[in-house]
């Protein structure tokens, strides 16, 4: 993998999982990741994965260092109320962003402009700077609001994985489904990977 800097945001929905396994996948392909995870995010962490993350920003990234092990590239923590942060400047934020997973009203505020916090501030520079915005929704049913506020993205060229694992390659594991969304993900950022069998006719 070519080293970049990339911003990975955790929100509240369910899937938390697949944020921790993308953030696991890019720190030990090389690349640098600065996370911001917003507090409904911290919630479902613990509840999902036993992941209990506490204290300050400093803090956080070492428990993060000691769930991932040793990695490659450097893992940095951001407050999501930072707005001060560089992550909320188009002179120096990343261009590349994933939300995973991005809860609807997450993907709601973005999709309106709406910056009320580092989370939100840092995809609408991603999106006015023309780098590449990812969000990964995970929410069933969806409404005509969350399907209407995904159609307004993907036309200001947002990617709009959901998370839907394929079942073409045969999964054994819940391991097998969360590599299938993570692979896609990785397909949209560019980068080669093997996280799941390719279909073959």
Request: positive net charge; aromatic residues 4%.
């Amino acid at each position: 993998m070519q080293q970049n800097s990339r911003i990975v945001a955790i929100t509240g929905a369910s899937g938390a999982v697949y944020g921790l396994r993308l953030i696991e996948v890019l720190l030990k392909g090389g690349d640098d990741v600065s996370i911001i995870i917003s507090p409904s995010g911290f919630l479902v962490l613990e509840q999902e994965t036993d992941l209990r993350l506490k204290g300050n920003s400093v803090a956080i990234a070492k428990g993060l260092k000691k769930y991932f092990g040793r990695t490659k590239g450097l893992l940095t923590c951001y407050p999501s109320d930072d707005i001060s942060s560089h992550l909320s400047s188009g002179s120096s934020s990343p261009r590349d962003m994933i939300v995973c997973p991005c809860s609807m009203g997450t993907l709601a505020r973005i999709s309106c402009g709406i910056s009320g916090n580092l989370i939100e501030r840092a995809a609408d520079v991603v999106l006015k700077e023309k780098g590449r915005l990812i969000l990964v929704p995970r929410e069933t049913p969806l409404n005509q609001i969350h399907l209407e506020n995904m159609l307004k993205l993907s036309r200001i060229g947002a990617h709009i994985i959901p998370a839907m694992p394929g079942f073409y390659h045969k999964p054994k594991k819940m391991e097998d489904l969360v590599d299938f969304v993570v692979g896609k993900v990785l397909d949209a950022l560019g980068i080669e990977n093997k996280m799941y069998k390719r279909w073959e006719p």
